[in-house]
């Protein structure tokens, strides 16, 4: 007889995202995404770091200061990052990931040719950057879907030694 508690797609891509998110080093925000086609293969995945060949231990991590000397100025988002890093075009997939998109995020989502957005978090959605990113994304017609996050699955990441 086969198993009946099996993750349905939508929470098995996100719980895809969260475990990305562990790769994060952002001491406040972790976050992972996931870019997936329209026939649930795995695209491209990626996680809020700085870029490659940055040494994330000389550039800050720090949210608040003068703009050169917080994380805004140089962290990758994890959306961006997956599309840098596809192998393919991502044109018609689906990106899975754990917090809503900025509005930087969003133009790149937007001409990469994704065509929705499944995303758990919503916390900054009072913000002017998360209200840019909804009006473009829905002008573009990018379907946005809010799905909790789920998963009964417990992970457990231990350090290799």
Known sequence: MKCK???????YFMALA????????DPNTNVGAVIV???????????NGMPRNCNDDEFPWEREGGFLTTKYAY????ELNAILNSPRPVNGCTIYVSLFPCNECAKAIIQS?????????????????VKASKKMLLAAGVELIQ????CDVKVTITERK
């Open 147 to 150: 799905a909790p996050f789920t």
């Open 113 to 129: 040719g994704i065509k929705k957005i499944v995303y758990e978090s919503d916390k900054y959605a009072e913000t002017d950057g």
């Open 75 to 78: 962290v990758v988002h994890a």
């Open 5 to 11: 508690n099996v993750l349905d797609w939508d929470s």
């Open 18 to 25: 969260h475990l990305s998110a562990e790769r994060s080093k």
């Open 37 to 47: 086609d329209e026939m649930n293969r795995i695209v491209s995945i990626g996680y």
